[in-house]
């Protein structure tokens, strides 16, 4: 059944039965915590004696004085928090010619991805572009040809947007089965941030397209000189042109000094350090990426222009990097997001898809943004198969492995949407498994 499941039959047949012990309608929440015996010291704070202030004591800092003001002009984490950090797979490349890390998932909170957790791939390196020689040039099929200085694009109306960007070879190294222990390995090559930027419609209205123009090419000022095609409604739909991320501008390695925001798209099409439109009356195979951005089907046939990502959801906590440590109340935390649009439910399941029971989402709910969601339960130390499962606003629902995998077979890297499993075990560790 799953990769290091032995006891499996044996634990199915103890199944948590999720809706029954989600909702605590009896004991409070102090009761639950106190119960759970490896909290038994919070305990005594949280209710069993008087909480008087000597029993937290005086702490030297509290007793010296801290940082000045002008210490960090700008800002870092606080320095009990630095295993939060994006990290690298060594055997997945980690050069200049190629590169990619990933997202801490387990350790974030909330839809915004902190700038410098965002996960980056390069192709060729992220190089470092001064934005006063930096231009956008839009050309081909076009009335007027503009070449824009970093100046003259900041005089269009803006606008701010929060968008998820996934790659599309997030999860790829799952499809045969479980392969990377980490959340942040098996689904960190996303983020979530807010952008400031131009309308992609803005600037193309600027220069007017052409009747013949159906095609966009955006090439980046990189030393893979990276190029995708997009399809013109794509591009007057809800497109950016962003230099801002997170309210300052973008950092080095998210495009500085100008990315292309293609919402709800693959982030291969996101082309970074954007230094050139073309308008064509087709797409260009034979220059850029879209060759090898194909997923090899069961029959042979290959997709193409699969841009759009899939609903899709995971927990992050518990997970294996964020095991759980006490039974009794505890909280479960994970992330959903889909291409189409808004997320509309993301249920949850504590045996491996026998029972499932809805997730709360927490705000703010955005159209192709993470979307938050938590489930409140009772860990009584038994073996748990978490899962989780997203339905979007359009009703498409999260597949398992055997959906994906009987229509799209194992030959492709990308696109894997499928549910994830967590097992978790009696001392709270959690293991990546497939579960049939
Ligand atoms: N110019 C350029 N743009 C690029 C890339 C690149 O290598 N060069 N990588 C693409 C890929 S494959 C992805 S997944 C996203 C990653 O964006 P990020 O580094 O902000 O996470 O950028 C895309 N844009
Ligand atoms: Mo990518």
């Not at 090439?219 to 300052?248: F, H, Q, W």
């Not at 082309?271 to 260009?284: A, M, N, S, T």
């Not at 997730?359 to 938590?374: H, I, N, S, W």
Request: aromatic letters at 8%; glycine letters at 10%.
């Amino acid at each position: 059944m799953a990769k290091g499941l032995g006891a499996s039959d044996q634990m199915l047949g103890r199944v948590v039965r999720v809706t029954d012990a989600a909702a605590p309608a009896g004991p409070s929440r102090r009761q639950l915590i106190a119960g759970g015996g490896v909290l038994a010291a919070a305990a005594v704070a949280l209710g069993a004696g008087p909480a008087r202030p000597q029993d937290i004591g005086i702490a030297d800092h509290t007793r010296h004085l801290g940082t000045s003001v002008d210490e960090y002009p700008y800002g870092v984490p606080s320095p009990h928090e630095a295993q939060v950090i994006r990290r690298s797979v060594p055997w997945l490349t980690a050069t200049r010619e190629s590169s990619i890390n990933f997202t801490p998932l387990h350790e974030l909170e909330g839809i915004v991805t902190p700038s410098g957790v965002c996960f980056e791939r390069h192709h060729a390196g992220a190089p470092d572009i001064g934005p006063a020689e930096h231009r956008l040039m839009i050309h081909g099929l076009v009335e007027r040809p503009l070449v824009l200085t970093m100046a003259e694009l900041r005089r269009f109306p803006p606008v701010t947007r929060f968008y998820f960007l996934e790659c599309a070879a997030n999860s790829g190294m799952e499809w045969r089965g479980a392969q990377l222990n980490g959340v942040q390995f098996t689904h960190g090559m996303i983020h979530c941030v807010q952008y400031a930027g131009v309308p992609l419609r803005t600037l193309l209205e600027e220069c007017g397209v052409k009747p013949a123009g159906k095609w966009l090419l955006a090439e980046g000022a990189d030393a893979a000189a990276m190029t995708r095609s997009l399809p013109i409604e794509k591009a007057l739909d809800d497109c950016l042109v962003a230099y801002t991320m997170n309210g300052e501008r973008l950092r080095r390695e998210q495009g500085y000094p100008l990315r292309l925001v293609v919402p709800g798209w693959e982030g291969n099409v996101w082309v970074k350090w954007l230094r050139r439109l073309e308008i064509g009356d087709q797409p260009w195979y034979q220059r850029e990426e879209t060759s090898k951005y194909t997923d090899l089907m069961p029959d042979g046939r290959a997709r193409q222009f699969s841009w759009l990502m899939e609903p899709k959801s995971v927990i992050v906590n518990p997970s294996p990097q964020a095991p759980l440590t006490a039974r009794g109340a505890n909280v479960l935390r994970g992330f959903a997001w889909t291409g189409n649009g808004l997320v509309k439910r993301v249920d949850v399941s504590l045996d491996g898809g026998i029972n499932w029971t809805p997730a709360r989402l927490e705000g703010p709910l955005l159209p192709k943004c993470l979307t938050q969601f938590y489930h409140d339960f009772v860990w009584n130390g038994e073996p748990m198969l978490l899962q989780s499962r997203v339905i979007d606003e359009t009703g498409y629902v999260q597949p398992t492995y055997q959906q994906l995998i009987d229509i799209r077979g194992v030959n492709s890297v990308y696109h894997n949407h499928a549910i994830q499993t967590w097992l978790v075990n009696e001392a709270g560790g959690a293991e990546n498994v497939r579960v049939s």
